[in-house]
Every structure is written in C-alpha cells, then in structure tokens.
C-alpha cells in the first residue's frame, strides 16, 4: 500500500545473494530491467527512485502527469482496502518506449480505463521506459545485497499499491551457475485479499479478508 500523504515516503526492498562475492556492476546493459507492478491514481504525485546496495540512488519517475494513472486506480478511495489493478511497468537503458515515462505521458501514450469503483482515468500504458537519470550511476555497485525502491508522494488525496517488483540481470552479470532467481515482492499469502501468485518474496502488504456487506 502506497500510503497518501505530502511528503509521504514509501520504501520495499529485495536481498540479492546469487552473484560472486564482490562482484559489480560493470554495464548498465546488464540490467535488462528493474521491474515493477502497481497502480496509483494521480502520477503528478510521485517521485520514484531505485538504490543499491551501496547506497547510490537513481531517479527513475519525477512528478509529471497530474492526474494520468498507473493501472487501473481506484481513485477517489483512500482507504487500505481497495486496490486497484496494477500494470507492469520498467526501467531500462534499452526500453521497448523510446523514452521516459513524462514523455510518454506527454505524447497520450496512455488508454482510457475504468476502475473498480467506477471512476474513469488516463493510464498509462505498460512498458519498459528509460529512467529519469541514467544507470551510469549504478557502475560499480555491488550486485549482492539490498536493492530499494522508494515511492515519495509529494501531494495529499491519492493512493495507491505496489504488488510486486523485481530486478532482471543478464547471464553473464552473474557466475554462470545458473541459480539467480528474480525477486518478486509482493503479497504471498494465498487466503489474503491482495494474493499475488507471481511473489516469491512476501513483503508484508498482505490485507487479511473481511467477509461483510460491501453493499454501499
């Protein structure tokens, strides 16, 4: 859950342990993509970033859209119970949008949706974009450890969900022993309300199912 709020800081974070101790990142084309799941109703909002283990940040999303979606959000809702569908969204230095998320945005790359609630928006279409800033600030950071996302929501009214994110590395980035696994966060549980089959690693976002009139 992406909680609203001015200044609202979100963070979720993924343990790499496969590669060669010590080993770095030496080319940004050996991150295929860095991968996320989510919905949000207002992108005017949000300021997104990535951070690895060492420390370095890299600004992938800055506040542009005013009120295009993410997915299918559940606007006007900002309760802890609603989500909305999220769409798979990524960052890449070879992305399949020739461009930035603002830029896509900018050129009506987005489709006409309805969410659950009844409320109509603009969402941005899922692809792979080019981050804000460029990876060349990842180079030599150390690919075992913890990798963050972090969501700042910088304007009050809108919320929104994160179900699942991960990293996608090329072969030749690791040691050849083919046990890299990709961390998906998100919601394992599978008798909860938000169940995301394609988690592997539970984020603690589960939202336990209340039986009840929904009737309103």
Known sequence: FLPDGSGEVYTTSIELECFGEGQTLTDVNDIISIDINMEHSYTGDLDMYITAPNGVQVQLFAQAGTNTWLGEATDDDITETNPGVGYDYG????????????????????????????????????????PLENFNALLGTP???????????????????????????????????????????????TNAFNYNALANQDDGSCIAIVLGCTDV
């Open 143 to 189: 690919l075992n450890g913890e990798w963050t996302i972090t969501v700042i929501d910088n304007i009050e009214i809108d919320n929104g969900w994160i179900f699942s994110w991960g990293i996608k590395l090329v072969e030749q980035a690791n040691t050849d022993d083919g046990s890299c696994i990709a961390v998906l966060s998100g919601c394992t549980d």
């Open 91 to 130: 960052w890449s230095m070879n992305p399949t949008y020739n461009g930035t998320m603002e830029q896509a945005i900018a050129n009506g790359n987005t489709t006409t949706v309805t969410s659950s609630n009844g409320e109509v928006g603009e969402a941005l279409n899922s692809g792979i974009y080019l």
